[in-house]
């Protein structure tokens, strides 16, 4: 089935310091995966997303990686602000483009 | 240009009452999802909508749950004889076309007492 696996479930980082969560997904035919982030009592924000013909995308202090091979994808934010502190969520682009979704990364950036 | 609309954002039903949340796709978008979210976890995929077609219904509940996209106006999941484990926030997203970027509204917040 389709499936997409999110780890940590929670990331504790210093203000300054990177941050990185890694998503695996089960599907081999999936072309497509976003990356939302999530404030409290919000909708689901893309920050960034990555087509299976790319390995690497970059949009200033945020960057995701696709291996396509091992059917895994990280989402890896540089320079930590406060303000980054959220839910982050990886998905992955199911059977009729419906997108499914990791269990989501709780990030916490001290200051 | 507007983002995706979602009313009402909070909703409170009691059991047994209908649930009727609505979601506006933004501007020049077609093509409508609905998920579910529930307390501390991810968001589960319901159905995706065309205006007036249906095009994967296979994460709605088969009794009580049902959803439209009608030519005009816009998008409507109906929750029938709500019960207790239908709390949980409801987000829509909508796309200009199939493959497309989805954007999500700000969700509506159903507590069903």
């Known amino acids: 089935g389709e499936n997409v696996e999110q780890h940590p479930s929670t990331l504790s980082v210093q203000e300054g310091d990177s941050a990185v969560i890694k998503c695996t997904y089960s599907?081999?035919?999936?072309?497509?995966f976003p990356w939302y982030k999530q404030e409290l009592g919000k909708g689901p924000q893309l920050i960034i997303d990555?087509?299976?013909?790319?390995g690497e995308k970059k949009d200033q202090r945020i960057a995701v990686t696709l291996n396509k091979t091992a059917k895994h994808f990280s989402l890896h934010i540089t320079e930590t602000q406060p303000e980054d502190s959220a839910v982050y969520f990886c998905?992955?682009?199911?059977?009729?483009?419906?997108?499914?979704f990791g269990s989501g990364t709780r990030l916490l950036v001290r200051p | 240009n507007a983002g995706v609309m979602q009313n009402p954002r909070h909703l409170v039903r009691r059991r047994g009452q209908e649930a009727r949340l609505r979601c506006s796709p933004m501007?020049?978008?077609?093509?409508v999802y609905w998920y579910r979210q529930l307390p501390e976890e991810g968001l589960k995929f319901m159905v995706y909508l065309q205006k007036e077609n249906i095009i994967d219904e296979s994460g709605m509940p088969k009794e009580r749950f049902s959803a439209e996209f009608p030519k005009e106006g816009p998008s409507i999941l109906r929750i029938q004889q709500v019960v207790r484990g239908d709390s949980a926030a409801y987000f829509c997203?909508?796309?200009?076309?199939?493959?497309?970027?989805?954007?999500f509204g700000p969700g509506t917040r159903l507590l069903v007492l």
């Open positions: 599907d081999s035919a999936s072309n497509y």
């Open positions: 997203a909508s796309s200009m076309g199939f493959q497309e970027t989805q954007y």
């Open positions: 998905a992955g682009e199911g059977s009729s483009y419906k997108l499914i």
């Open positions: 501007k020049g978008h077609s093509h």
């Open positions: 990555i087509r299976s013909n790319v």
